[in-house]
């Protein structure tokens, strides 16, 4: 199976703020790599898909980038909204596996 | 509007057995993969199994192999994971969600409890 590490597990930041979250797989995966958003007690939501592509409807201040094994998903610019917790995941080969999330909080 | 919908949920007591549903709308089911993943308490996610649009294809993780079964119903755009010997670490909310690979769309969740 792949694992999926993400960094850190959490942070804080403040509104305004430009926030990194790492993704390394255990092999190389491509670009077969999404990331998540969840909220507190919601389902998840696809904002990234193959590594870099933006889903619809998906703000331009989320954006992805990397390939092989090493993953950034970074927020230009923290909004109130975007305090959620987020999950890489990859898509090259059954099981498809998740990080443990990294939980975005307010400073 | 892409629409999953969860239901089927419920406690249940170790070694018994529940039938999630999942209905869907909004887009060509018939043509589309479909997953179920799942959230423990208090922790991540985890994919549980998928299906290939006509069903000839099915995949597990290794933890439910043999006690979970995927199905689906194209005609209903019905999406089913039957679950048997449930055990107390299959207790989580389960996500139907569009997609094989890529978890386009997710249903809001229902609540599988296994206790006793």
């Known amino acids: 199976d792949i694992q999926m590490t993400q960094s850190p597990s959490s942070l804080s930041a403040s509104v305004g703020d430009r926030v990194i979250i790492t993704c390394r797989a255990s092999?190389?995966?491509?670009?077969?790599l999404n990331w998540y958003q969840q909220k507190s007690r919601k389902a998840p939501e696809l904002l990234i898909y193959?590594?870099?592509n933006l889903q619809s409807g998906v703000p331009s201040s989320f954006s992805g980038s990397g390939s092989g094994t090493d993953f950034t998903f970074t927020i230009s610019s923290l909004q109130p909204e975007d305090f959620a917790t987020y999950y890489c995941q990859q898509n090259y080969s059954i099981p498809r596996t998740f990080g443990q999330g990294t939980k975005v909080e307010i400073k | 509007e892409v629409q999953v919908v969860d239901s089927g949920g419920g406690l249940v007591q170790p070694g018994g057995s529940l039938r999630l549903s999942c209905a869907a709308s909004?887009?060509?089911?018939?043509?589309?993969?479909m997953s179920w993943v799942r959230q423990a308490p208090g922790k991540g996610l985890e994919w549980v199994a998928n299906i290939k649009p006509d069903g000839s294809e099915k995949y597990y993780v290794d933890s439910v192999k043999g006690r979970f079964t995927i199905s689906r119903d194209n005609a209903k755009s019905s999406l089913y994971l039957q679950m048997n010997s449930l055990r107390a670490e299959d207790t989580a909310v389960y996500y139907c969600a569009r997609g094989g690979g890529v978890f386009a769309k997710w249903g809001q969740g229902t609540l599988v409890a296994v206790s006793s």
């Open positions: 193959g590594a870099s």
């Open positions: 092999q190389s995966i491509g670009t077969y």
């Open positions: 909004g887009f060509t089911f018939s043509n589309t993969w």
